[in-house]
């Protein structure tokens, strides 16, 4: 169930643990769900197309969950690139928590769950994978991801799924007028995988 209040720092809900089993090509991950975290109780659709169809994260040097929420993302990842560092990050101090404890108990050990001011600044990062949040509305999506998006290595890919009605087709135009050429990798569910690059310098 997706709760409407997912990106609360606090959280008000009282915390209601709820473990789930998640089968993937890696392997099965058992993940801690809480209420006031993003899909508490399933992982979400969107998110399960991306684990399934994203190309491979960089096998080192420092990838990025951009809104961990339970860390599934950021799990899987660490699970796929284990010579890598993974930086999850989200505002929501309950959804940091779960996905420190989601790791270890996973026996995953290259995720760093932080709020986003505790990644180091000369951080960039080689591969980014997002669900992101699409209703903190319009204009905070955009700063958020023209904070983060700079970061990205000149050679370095981002995975983002987002659903249609909510705006799928006009993020993407968006991202290319950016800077950030963005094109449809897969569609299924209403949900569209986007990936996004920088643009090559020079290119016209
Ligand atoms: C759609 S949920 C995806 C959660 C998780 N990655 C998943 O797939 O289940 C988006 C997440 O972004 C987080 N978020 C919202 N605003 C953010 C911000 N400014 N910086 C980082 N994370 C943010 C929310 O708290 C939420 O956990």
Same mark, same amino acid.
């Given at each position: 169930?997706?709760?409407?209040?997912?990106?609360?720092?606090?959280?008000?809900?009282?915390?209601?643990?709820?473990?789930?089993?998640?089968?993937?090509?890696?392997?099965?991950?058992?993940?801690?769900?809480?209420?006031?975290?993003?899909?508490?109780?399933?992982? *979400?659709?969107?998110?399960?197309?991306?684990?399934?169809?994203? @190309?491979?994260?960089?096998?080192? %040097?420092? $990838?990025? +969950? /951009?809104?961990?929420?339970?860390?599934?993302?950021?799990?899987?990842?660490?699970?796929?690139?284990?010579?890598?560092?993974?930086?999850?990050?989200?505002?929501?101090?309950?959804?940091?928590?779960?996905?420190?404890?989601?790791?270890?108990?996973?026996?995953?050990?290259?995720?760093?769950?932080?709020?986003?001011?505790?990644?180091?600044? *000369?951080?960039?990062?080689?591969?980014?994978?997002?669900?992101? @949040?699409?209703?903190?509305?319009? %204009?905070? $999506?955009? +700063? /958020?991801?023209?904070?983060?998006?700079?970061?990205?290595?000149?050679?370095?890919?981002?995975?983002?799924?987002?659903?249609?009605?909510?705006?799928?087709?006009?993020?993407?135009?968006?991202?290319?007028?950016?800077?950030?050429?963005?094109?449809?990798?897969?569609?299924?569910?209403?949900?569209?995988?986007?990936?996004?690059?920088?643009?090559?310098?020079?290119?016209?």
């Amino acid at each position: 169930m997706t709760n409407e209040h997912y990106f609360s720092p606090q959280p008000s809900s009282a915390s209601q643990p709820y473990v789930i089993t998640v089968a993937l090509p890696e392997g099965t991950l058992r993940l801690t769900t809480d209420r006031g975290v993003f899909s508490y109780g399933a992982l *979400d659709t969107g998110t399960r197309l991306l684990l399934l169809k994203a @190309p491979a994260p960089a096998a080192t %040097g420092n $990838l990025l +969950d /951009l809104g961990c929420g339970a860390g599934a993302i950021a799990i899987s990842m660490a699970k796929r690139s284990p010579h890598a560092v993974v930086w999850a990050v989200d505002v929501n101090e309950r959804a940091v928590a779960l996905t420190r404890q989601n790791a270890e108990a996973n026996n995953v050990f290259n995720v760093r769950a932080c709020l986003p001011d505790d990644i180091p600044a *000369d951080v960039v990062f080689d591969t980014i994978w997002s669900n992101p @949040p699409i209703h903190i509305g319009k %204009g905070p $999506l955009h +700063d /958020l991801l023209l904070r983060w998006l700079p970061r990205l290595s000149p050679t370095g890919q981002v995975t983002m799924v987002v659903q249609k009605h909510l705006g799928s087709d006009s993020l993407q135009t968006w991202l290319t007028s950016q800077g950030y050429p963005t094109e449809r990798m897969a569609s299924a569910k209403g949900f569209r995988l986007l990936s996004t690059t920088r643009a090559t310098p020079n290119a016209s």
